[in-house]
């Protein structure tokens, strides 16, 4: 996976905590000069001098990936300071839930935003610089629930189908120039995110035994993901191990959707 200098940056968005930082960790680990983006200028210092104290190449860039002048600025930052990017994952996303009577405007409006429209314009700043190289690779974190409905979570699991209908659309328009894109699609996993969604500590255990009242399956695997086993899967589609797989959705939901 090692690239010369210049050649080696990843890009990942969402990257200050939970499946970004696992995912910037990762690339990192495997000798990748990684740019870290997240909108939490906080929570991204901290991550990203951890990370440079375990001897990682990480540097952070604070920004909001739902503006598309700020991803340009960014995108452009990174190449003019680090080099040309050779890996997008674009991470970054929220979850609001609630029924769809009773959901608002803002909310379905917030989780396109970062759900969809922030990828779209980070695909689309990279995609022009990478495709004049002829070489690169995009990986979007999606969701099982793109796939298999949920009840509440309308907006997100829309949002999440409607990012891998994208990724795919772009994938196939950018196949001649070499460039690979897929997605990866988690189920429930061990997170911030998820974690603030459990009442008490049988929040897991709940969620890997399905509820019938929510026709909702369980995790036949018995156990939740890690950070780092969406981390894996990222890794290797970003990888030359998987050069000839493009437009992909790869699931690492422990048999969640049951093969849907």
Known sequence: MNRPKGESVALVTGAARGIGLAVSRALAGQGL?????????????????AQQRAGLDVVGFPVDVSDSRAVERAVASVES??????????????????????????DWHDTFASNVSAAFYLCRSVAKRMSPRRSGTIVAVGSNAAVVARVNMAAY?????????FIQCLGLELSEFGIRCNVVSPGSTDTDMQRAFWSDTQGAPEIIAGSSDTYRAGIPLRRMATAEDVADAVLFLSSERARHITLHDLRVDGGATLGA
């Open 33 to 49: 000069r990684v740019a870290a983006l997240d909108r939490d200028e906080m929570a991204l210092r901290d991550s990203v001098a």
């Open 81 to 106: 300071t680090l080099g040309p990017i050779a890996t997008l994952v674009s991470v970054a996303g929220v979850l609001r839930v609630g029924s769809v009577c009773d959901f608002s405007d803002e």
């Open 157 to 165: 699991a829309a949002s999440k189908a409607a990012l891998r209908s």
